[in-house]
């Protein structure tokens, strides 16, 4: 057996392991994002969105209130 096929099973370790996630959805792995209004007044217009973009998914996937 060449050294290029014993290593093929190792490769496929790795490249499978690199396909693991984390255990559990959205909404056991997140929270809504709080920030201070000092904080809100020094974001960008894309963090903004982004910030929004996430809390709104929250709400509507897992019920989060203001």
Known sequence: MGKGLRM???A???ALGGCS?????FCSI???????????DTLSDAEVKAV???NRK?????????
């Open 21 to 25: 996630t984390t255990k559990g959805g």
């Open 8 to 10: 093929l099973p190792v």
């Open 30 to 40: 997140s929270s809504p994002l709080r920030l201070s209004s000092s904080a809100v």
């Open 52 to 54: 929004l973009g996430h």
């Open 12 to 14: 496929m370790l790795i």
């Open 58 to 66: 929250g709400r509507m996937l897992c019920g989060w209130a203001p």
